[in-house]
């Protein structure tokens, strides 16, 4: 699995911008990826050093469309920490 293809898209809300204040930064992960591997992901990606990294599994939810019942999909949560004085450039708009 190449690097690029682990990291599929930051999750953007007001929840994660507040704690992307805090050095936080959230991730949506590919369901295989485990967390060396986020954490080298985010190393080579973005050129900082990565101190943390905690991972959850996003349950489905029930969804309905008119008659039909159905779910959402599951996805994988990353949540990478880094250390103070560091940040990620594309998040911060620069």
């Not at 805090?22 to 485990?34: L, M």
């Not at 992901?41 to 019942?69: E, Q, Y």
């Not at 004085?85 to 998040?91: D, N, P, Q, S, Y």
């Amino acid at each position: 699995m190449n690097y690029e293809s682990i990291l599929i898209e930051p999750v953007l809300s007001e929840k994660t911008n507040t704690l992307r204040e805090q050095g936080k930064y959230v991730f949506k992960v590919d369901a295989r990826a485990n967390k060396l591997d986020i954490k080298e992901a985010v190393r080579r990606l973005f050129s900082v050093h990565p101190t943390d990294c905690n991972i959850l599994n996003v349950a489905g939810k029930p969804k309905r469309l008119r008659s039909r019942k159905g779910w959402t999909a599951t996805w994988k949560k990353a949540v990478v920490t880094l250390p103070k004085g560091e940040k990620i450039a594309i998040f911060e708009g620069v």
